[in-house]
C-alpha cells in the first residue's frame, strides 16, 4: 500500500493550464478504472473533483478532467482561476482497499 | 444535504485506546459504504478503513490493521472508529467519508470536517 507518485508541486498563470501527474502500479491504478481526485483548500475537508478517472460530480466546472495511461492518471485544470489554488490528491482502488497520492499543491501565479 | 459530523477526538497516551463516532444525515445511511481517512499535521490524506453498507465486511490498510475497529450502527445513522493500541504515529486529522454508491462510484463523495486525535505522552 505505497502513496501514488505525484510532483509536490506545479503552477500556472490564470488562464493558463496546468496537469498534474499521478503514478501507481498495475496493482491499483494500472487495474482500475477507479481513480479520483481531490482538492483541498487550508483547513478545509477534501472536496471531489474527478471519479471513475474522468467524470464530473455535478457542479464541478467542467476545466477540470481526467485521463489514465497505463499506471499513470492526470489531472487537468484548464483556464486556471484563483481559486483553483490548493492541495490535489489522487487516489486509486487497489482491491480491499484504497491509496492517495502524495499530493500537488497547485500555485496560481 | 449530506452531513457528516465527527466527534470522540483528544489527546491520548501511548498504548491507550480511543473511538470516533460520525453521525450521518441527510441520506439513507444503511445504503453506502463508509470510510475513514486520516491527515497527519502538515502530510497528505491517507486511507484507513471501510465498511460494508450493512457492516458485515470491513477492510483496513495495513498500517493499522489489528489495532483498529470499524463498525456503524444503521439503526443511529453513525459509524466508528475504535481505536487501540495507539502510536505517535496515529496523530492525525480523522476525516470520515461516504463511499460514492452508484452515483460516483469508489470515490470518497463527501466528507466531514475531521476530528484530531493526538497521541502523545
Known amino acids: 500500500q505505497s502513496a501514488l507518485t505525484q510532483p509536490p508541486s506545479a503552477s500556472g498563470s490564470p488562464g493558463q493550464s496546468v496537469t498534474i501527474s499521478c503514478t501507481g502500479t498495475?496493482?491499483?491504478?494500472?487495474?482500475?478504472?477507479?481513480v479520483s481526485w481531490y482538492q483541498q483548500h487550508p483547513g478545509k475537508a477534501p472536496k471531489l473533483m474527478i471519479f471513475?478517472?474522468?467524470k464530473r460530480p455535478s457542479g464541478v466546472p467542467a476545466r477540470f478532467s481526467g485521463s489514465k495511461s497505463g499506471n499513470t492518471a492526470s489531472l487537468t485544470v484548464s483556464g486556471l482561476q484563483a481559486e483553483d489554488e490548493a492541495d490535489y490528491y489522487c487516489?486509486?482502488?487497489?482491491?480491499?482497499?484504497?491509496?492517495f497520492g502524495t499530493g500537488t499543491k497547485v500555485t496560481v501565479l | 444535504q449530506v452531513q457528516l459530523v465527527e466527534s470522540g477526538g483528544g489527546v491520548v497516551q501511548p498504548g491507550r485506546s480511543l473511538r470516533l463516532s460520525c453521525a450521518a444525515s441527510?441520506?439513507?445511511?444503511?445504503?453506502?459504504?463508509m470510510h475513514w481517512v486520516r491527515q497527519a499535521p502538515g502530510k497528505g490524506l491517507e486511507w484507513v478503513a471501510v465498511?460494508?453498507?450493512?457492516?458485515?465486511?470491513?477492510y483496513y490498510a495495513d498500517s493499522v490493521k489489528g489495532r483498529f475497529t470499524i463498525s456503524r450502527d444503521n439503526s443511529k445513522n453513525s459509524f466508528y472508529l475504535q481505536m487501540n493500541s495507539l502510536r505517535d504515529e496515529d496523530t492525525a486529522l480523522f476525516y470520515c467519508?461516504?463511499?460514492?454508491?452508484?452515483?460516483?462510484?469508489?470515490?470518497?463523495?463527501?466528507w466531514g470536517q475531521g476530528t484530531l486525535v493526538t497521541v502523545s505522552s
Open positions: 467519508a461516504r463511499g460514492g454508491g452508484a452515483a460516483a462510484g469508489r470515490a470518497f463523495d463527501y
Open positions: 441527510g441520506f439513507t445511511f444503511s445504503s453506502y459504504k
Open positions: 465498511i460494508s453498507y450493512d457492516g458485515s465486511n470491513q
Open positions: 498495475s496493482s491499483d491504478v494500472g487495474s482500475y478504472k477507479y
Open positions: 471513475e478517472v474522468s
Open positions: 487516489s486509486s482502488y487497489a482491491g480491499f482497499s484504497y491509496v
